[in-house]
């Protein structure tokens, strides 16, 4: 059951995946954790012992590199992202990365959680595994194939390529992105420093997704003022933030538009926190929808909800703000559906029906095709993630790579854009 590309994304996926490399929403630097450039600096090794140029370290810690077109091929510029960061929400400290080689169909154990099993029964994709090499971490982490799947992915297509001149190619950028998982991995800068006509992330799940519809999301931070007293003086004059905050959440509709009532392309309204204090308080929510309308009448309706609290007691200040933070890359792609298009194309080369469905979320390529260039998401392999069940097939992880040099040969076909 070995591909080609078995061995070289194995030991890819295994070396990245014990590299921390999580990042921290509640840190203001760039990137938000220094570990993170431990990944970068790596990344930079290998791309230019195997013969990438132009292999450098943005302003924002993207790595950037260029494989250069194949000789006479004059076609348009592809991108190919992956990010370097893991996911905050589980410990990603002290990966031990396990290969289970030719999956037997049975529960996978493991050894650092005895009680934790990962079961085909409760995760049917994996009874569709039986032969192949499964990686798992050891039951006290996340593994990271988010997306450190996608990174074994992008540099083992593009170490092909560099070791293949006879396969003709134009010029493709590579994107290696830190802070996906906290929303700020893509800034503006990223189109002109990516300098490509389209590109793709490769941050997907099961083998033949190919995505292009995201959420639209904003955020929205309600901040209340009440009134600080002494309590033993207080009747008639204190006025406590706390319980006008939790008026704030009750008048919310909370049992219909929460993302533990909705699915498919139902939009929420979600509560993140609420911290403070009798005298103050502060709330962030994020807002998500996959239609802008429906987007605007969320934040219209935290709104209304914070000025209906706000007007049964004047004594209080009550503040909604709310900031754009991305929206659904179909807006922009659907206009020229070309990218898309080739990626489906790629999928269905490769052996595989094209899956594309709404992801419940972001992307790095929904910020960058609003910023400009159009980038639909396509599939590594990962499956669980963000959790200690979090696993990905060896041999999904060379479909993919398949899709990648499928893409680069097809882009030769195309003429370069003029001007
Ligand atoms: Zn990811």
Aim: glycine content about 8%; proline content about 5%.
């Amino acid at each position: 059951m070995r591909t080609d590309f078995d061995t070289e994304l194995e030991d890819r996926l295994v070396r990245y995946a014990k590299i921390d490399s999580q990042s921290d929403g509640h840190s203001a630097s760039v990137p938000s954790t220094k570990i993170q450039l431990d990944m970068s600096r790596l990344l930079m090794d290998e791309l230019k012992a195997m013969g990438a140029q132009d292999v450098t370290l943005s302003q924002d810690s993207v790595v950037l590199a260029t494989i250069p077109a194949t000789q006479s091929v004059d076609a348009p510029v592809m991108g190919w992202l992956a990010h370097v960061d893991t996911a905050p929400q589980f410990n990603a400290t002290g990966v031990k990365p396990v290969v289970h080689r030719g999956y037997n169909g049975g529960d996978i154990s493991f050894a650092d959680a005895p009680d934790l099993r990962l079961s085909p029964e409760e995760y049917p994709f994996l009874s569709e595994k039986v032969g192949e090499d499964i990686i798992t971490a050891s039951g006290t982490t996340l593994l990271g194939a988010d997306d450190k799947a996608g990174v074994a992915v992008v540099m083992t297509a593009a170490r092909h390529l560099l070791d293949n001149p006879d396969i003709a190619h134009g010029k493709i950028r590579l994107a290696f992105v830190p802070d996906e998982e906290i929303g700020r991995g893509v800034t503006p800068n990223l189109p002109a420093d990516l300098g490509a006509d389209f590109a793709y992330t490769f941050d997907g799940s099961t083998p033949g997704d190919v995505e292009y519809e995201s959420f639209s999301a904003d955020a929205g931070v309600v901040k209340i003022t009440g009134v600080s007293i002494h309590p033993g003086w207080a009747k008639d004059e204190l006025v406590n933030a706390l319980h006008l905050g939790a008026k704030v959440l009750m008048t919310l509709p909370h049992v219909t538009m929460t993302p533990e009532t909705t699915e498919g392309r139902e939009g929420f309204i979600h509560a993140v926190s609420m911290t403070g204090s009798a005298a103050e308080v502060e709330m962030h929510f994020i807002l998500r929808d996959f239609e802008m309308e429906g987007l605007e009448a969320k934040g219209a309706l935290l709104r209304q909800v914070c000025e209906t609290v706000a007007a049964t007691e004047p004594r209080a200040r009550i503040t909604c703000d709310i900031t754009h933070q991305y929206r659904n890359m179909r807006y922009w792609l659907e206009k020229d559906m070309t990218p898309v298009d080739m990626a489906l194309a790629a999928v269905r080369k490769a052996g595989m029906e094209p899956v594309s469905g709404a992801i419940r979320g972001g992307t790095d390529g929904s910020r960058l095709t609003e910023f400009g260039t159009p980038c639909p998401n396509i599939f590594c392999g990962m499956q669980n993630v963000h959790g200690p069940l979090e696993w990905v097939s060896v041999q999904d992880m060379a479909k993919a790579t398949l899709v990648a040099l499928n893409l680069a040969s097809s882009v030769a076909e195309l003429d370069a854009p003029a001007g």
